[in-house]
């Protein structure tokens, strides 16, 4: 067998095996979507229903809470980003770091510190490489997100939250996410968690529909006080449900076309092979037929 | 006669929703009870049972902890982080 063929049949072995392992990965992700998108729905209830008295006693009580009332003035301003644990996923870890990044420099812009809370090992990876600081880190469930860990992140950040600025803490609270818009769409999104707007992400009243006046039990301070953090925790929860549905549906992208590149490296590297063993033919008939000649003409 | 659209909401799922003609549960303050047409509440709730009793009269009890009520029009939305039908 000439040089040249081998060398071609070696890539051809090459991108097929590799393409099973794409296939394979593609398909896990088709199925994990379909689960995490179900999760995503599940949650949903939850995160409505919270929002909903959270705008009940925002709209219909004048308590002054250190969770609704901005700061006079912001000197740190924390940035929470949720990636994966792992890559393979195309744009999906960098445009939610790329965006971040805008962020930041918008913060710091306006004259704030900025200080990061990380979820996910890409998001580690990027500014361990890069030997930059964070707060806190999370890592190791971004594919299937607990309700455990999105109640220990809400912790840290309210924690954060109420402390002085001279301590460390911070004055405003940012989460930057995949948004899982569809299958092949997945949009990074920032939120501004605290201090609160209500409005962000909420299915607007209609208008003329005026909101009922509400009873608080024990009291609306008291009420608020208990139902923000619940509320923070459950936004953070549906972020970590909606990064993971939307890193799942963009592995499944990726590893397609992963898959369709080998596809046609396949395709490609068989003509090359075919025509390879072609010349070679045609050489060895070449050969015989000189040969011949050459022993019939004495 | 009126009914009140009840939900119950976990964290992660919806355990169970329907119609119900009387909702009971424990808040900080003690026990309330919910009848079709009560005004708009929002309370916070202790730990412990809900009772609901369906339309047809049976009982349904469901465990819910670290959660809300809350009544508007006669929806009524019992919110917990953790949630469970007993």
Known sequence: ?298 | MAVLNVSLVSADQEVWSGEASMVVAKTVEGEIGILPGHEPLLAILAHGEVRLTLVGGEKLVADASDGFLSVEGNAVQVVARRAALV
């Open chain 1, 1 to 298: 067998m000439g040089a040249q063929l081998r060398v071609y049949r070696q890539k051809i072995k090459s991108a097929q095996t590799t393409k099973k392992i794409t296939r394979a990965m593609e398909l896990i992700s088709a199925s994990r979507i379909q689960k995490a998108q179900a999760r995503v729905a599940a949650s949903t209830p939850y995160s409505r229903a919270i929002t909903r008295a959270v705008s009940a006693v925002a709209t219909h009580s004048n308590v002054d809470h250190v969770l609704t009332t901005e700061p006079e003035k912001i000197e740190r301003a924390a940035v929470v980003i949720f990636s994966s644990d792992r890559g393979l996923a195309g744009a999906f870890n960098s445009q939610v770091l790329r965006e971040a990044e805008q962020l930041s420099e918008l913060l710091r812009s306006q004259g704030k510190e900025v200080s990061y809370f990380l979820i996910g090992r890409k998001a580690v990876g990027y500014f361990a490489f890069r030997r930059r600081s964070f707060e806190q880190q999370w890592i190791g469930g971004t594919d299937s997100p607990e309700v455990e860990v999105a109640q220990e992140i809400g912790e840290a950040l309210l924690e954060a939250f109420l402390r002085d600025a001279e301590d460390g803490g911070v004055d405003e609270i940012h989460v930057v996410y995949n948004r899982f818009v569809s299958m092949i769409s997945q949009v990074p999104q920032i939120v501004r968690l605290l201090p609160l707007e209500v409005v962000e992400g909420v299915e607007e009243p209609d208008d003329g529909v005026v909101l009922p006046l509400y009873e608080f039990e024990p009291d609306a301070a008291t009420v608020l006080d208990s139902l923000l953090p619940v509320y923070i925790e459950s936004r953070i929860f549906n972020a970590m449900l909606q990064s993971s549905a939307a890193k799942h549906a963009a592995t499944q992208k990726a590893m397609k076309a992963a898959s369709d590149n080998a596809d046609s490296l396949i395709r490609d590297y068989t003509r090359l092979a075919n025509e390879a063993r072609q010349s070679e033919i045609t050489q060895q008939i070449a050969e015989i037929v000189g040969g011949a000649d050459a022993l019939s003409s004495k």
